[in-house]
């Protein structure tokens, strides 16, 4: 009798739908857009905050508003097992900012400009550009009232759209007004949409006197002409919101920045007023906007704080790269310096002391070799030194080491020709390796 028992299939297990793993070598190219915009953070003299990806779920409700998308649809709520509390994976993250900065008294001696990277997770159908854990970057200006750091932030998002190469970027513009200026448009538009309640469908009957103002986001077909001849709210403007709206825009034209006011942009939270704004790209269809935010001055007492001003913005890591895709501009981040070619195992604890030396001269260099697996031929290393995409291939044979040396071959410029260099005087010549020469 065989008493052996038959292996029990284990299921595979993969990632959850909408959430996408990001591998090499396309993590080298968010590498390169995250080192760009950090760098580009730093002129405009904002710091890094990291939040965590859980908050409590009444910090969503208080912020966005309970008649969103977001909150009636699209988070990822549940309750903790062990204390009953009520949590939510972040689906935004400036009002994670806002409770960081009110619970650690952030803006005790001024305003703050911080800026922050990471996953934010929404329930939606996944699609391109659109996914349920995607990521953002964003900039939020803390404790500042006036137009010109509304203008600052725009140029701030329009330098890294010049930098990444991406001119069919448009800016548009609005202002959603103070609450009092927005209650009488509110109150217009009711009258509107109560005026053509035979157009409107069912979602859009629910929130007609919840939040009217979403009902202007409708992509309903049916509805578009009625939402074209609904009242604007730049014509219920005071003059204090007027001025406002005056000083972001001749900030950007004396800055020579392009812009276009649309009067039915809103945004899907409900904490902003003043100062609304979007980039958006015909090249992505329906996921056009790249970047959207604005001024959001009663955030702070809707969570818990003292009123203070605050403007900001957040920018879809996913869809800039997919527009940078788009036009053909595929930056995969610092090439490779060096690869290094060791035949023999015997000679791996010599060169590995070598290629620290090089590593710490700021040389990137990788090594195929595995001892215990037994040593890959020259031919196929130097394959493998090929498709890695390095600048030069260190060849460390026999004869090299001998002498004590290593031949340099160039990988990219045939007419460069082969060098053969010290093993002491590594980090002399690590300089020549970083070179594009």
Same mark, same amino acid.
């Given at each position: 009798?065989?008493?052996?028992?038959?292996?029990?299939?284990?299921?595979?297990?993969?990632?959850?739908?909408?959430?996408?793993?990001?591998?090499?070598?396309?993590?080298?190219?968010?590498?390169?857009?995250?080192?760009?915009?950090?760098?580009?953070?730093?002129?405009?003299?904002?710091?890094?905050?990291?939040?965590?990806?859980?908050?409590?779920?009444?910090?969503?409700?208080?912020?966005?508003?309970?008649?969103?998308?977001?909150?009636?649809?699209?988070?990822?709520?549940?309750?903790?097992?062990?204390?009953?509390?009520?949590?939510?994976?972040?689906?935004?993250?400036?009002?994670?900012?806002?409770?960081?900065?009110?619970?650690?008294?952030?803006?005790?001696?001024?305003?703050?400009?911080?800026?922050?990277?990471?996953?934010?997770?929404?329930?939606?159908?996944?699609?391109?550009?659109?996914?349920?854990?995607?990521?953002?970057?964003?900039?939020?200006?803390?404790?500042?009232?006036?137009?010109?750091?509304?203008?600052?932030?725009?140029?701030?998002?329009?330098?890294?759209?010049?930098?990444?190469?991406?001119?069919?970027?448009?800016?548009?513009?609005?202002?959603?007004?103070?609450?009092?200026?927005?209650?009488?448009?509110?109150?217009?538009?009711?009258?509107?949409?109560?005026?053509?309640?035979?157009?409107?469908?069912?979602?859009?009957?629910?929130?007609?006197?919840?939040?009217?103002?979403?009902?202007?986001?409708?992509?309903?077909?049916?509805?578009?002409?009625?939402?074209?001849?609904?009242?604007?709210?730049?014509?219920?403007?005071?003059?204090?919101?007027?001025?406002?709206?005056?000083?972001?825009?001749?900030?950007?034209?004396?800055?020579?920045?392009?812009?276009?006011?649309?009067?039915?942009?809103?945004?899907?939270?409900?904490?902003?007023?003043?100062?609304?704004?979007?980039?958006?790209?015909?090249?992505?269809?329906?996921?056009?906007?790249?970047?959207?935010?604005?001024?959001?001055?009663?955030?702070?007492?809707?969570?818990?704080?003292?009123?203070?001003?605050?403007?900001?913005?957040?920018?879809?890591?996913?869809?800039?790269?997919?527009?940078?895709?788009?036009?053909?501009?595929?930056?995969?981040?610092?090439?490779?310096?060096?690869?290094?070619?060791?035949?023999?195992?015997?000679?791996?604890?010599?060169?590995?002391?070598?290629?620290? =030396?090089?590593? $710490?001269?700021?040389?990137?260099? !990788?090594? *195929?070799? %595995?001892? &215990?697996?037994?040593? /890959?031929?020259?031919? @196929?290393?130097?394959?493998?030194?090929?498709?890695?995409?390095?600048?030069?291939?260190?060849?460390?044979?026999?004869?090299?080491?001998?002498?004590?040396?290593? =031949?340099?071959? $160039?990988?990219?410029?045939?007419? !460069?020709? *082969?060098? %053969?260099? &010290?093993?002491?005087? /590594?980090?002399?010549? @690590?300089?020549?390796?970083?070179?594009?020469?």
């Amino acid at each position: 009798m065989n008493d052996k028992t038959t292996p029990r299939k284990v299921e595979k297990l993969v990632a959850v739908k909408g959430m996408n793993d990001i591998l090499p070598p396309e993590s080298a190219r968010w590498e390169a857009l995250e080192d760009r915009v950090r760098r580009l953070m730093h002129r405009f003299a904002y710091e890094n905050v990291r939040t965590p990806i859980v908050e409590p779920t009444a910090l969503f409700v208080r912020g966005l508003g309970e008649v969103t998308d977001i909150v009636e649809k699209e988070m990822y709520s549940f309750e903790d097992r062990l204390n009953g509390e009520a949590l939510t994976l972040r689906p935004e993250n400036t009002a994670g900012v806002v409770r960081a900065a009110i619970e650690h008294s952030l803006l005790y001696n001024g305003g703050k400009r911080l800026y922050y990277f990471g996953p934010m997770f929404r329930h939606e159908r996944p699609q391109r550009g659109r996914y349920r854990q995607f990521h953002q970057i964003g900039a939020e200006a803390l404790g500042f009232g006036g137009g010109e750091v509304d203008a600052e932030l725009i140029l701030m998002a329009h330098a890294l759209w010049q930098e990444l190469g991406l001119t069919e970027v448009e800016l548009q513009l609005n202002s959603l007004g103070q609450p009092e200026e927005r209650n009488a448009h509110r109150a217009a538009l009711i009258q509107h949409f109560e005026a053509h309640h035979d157009v409107l469908d069912e979602e859009a009957k629910r929130r007609l006197h919840l939040n009217p103002l979403r009902l202007l986001d409708s992509k309903n077909p049916a509805m578009q002409g009625v939402i074209e001849a609904a009242p604007k709210l730049l014509d219920f403007l005071g003059e204090a919101s007027k001025r406002h709206l005056q000083t972001v825009t001749d900030v950007l034209t004396a800055n020579g920045v392009a812009y276009r006011i649309n009067p039915r942009l809103v945004r899907g939270m409900d904490y902003y007023n003043l100062t609304v704004f979007e980039f958006v790209t015909t090249k992505l269809g329906s996921q056009g906007t790249i970047c959207a935010g604005g001024r959001y001055d009663y955030l702070f007492e809707q969570v818990g704080g003292k009123p203070t001003p605050a403007v900001g913005w957040a920018m879809g890591i996913e869809r800039v790269l997919e527009l940078l895709k788009e036009i053909g501009h595929t930056d995969a981040g610092p090439v490779l310096d060096a690869y290094a070619v060791v035949p023999d195992a015997a000679h791996l604890p010599q060169v590995m002391a070598c290629l620290q =030396t090089l590593r $710490a001269a700021g040389v990137s260099v !990788q090594m *195929q070799a %595995s001892a &215990a697996e037994g040593m /890959a031929s020259m031919k @196929a290393q130097f394959k493998r030194a090929d498709a890695s995409g390095a600048r030069y291939a260190l060849i460390f044979g026999a004869d090299e080491m001998a002498q004590g040396q290593v =031949t340099v071959k $160039a990988l990219r410029d045939a007419n !460069q020709p *082969q060098l %053969s260099l &010290a093993l002491r005087d /590594a980090a002399q010549w @690590a300089q020549r390796l970083q070179s594009n020469a």
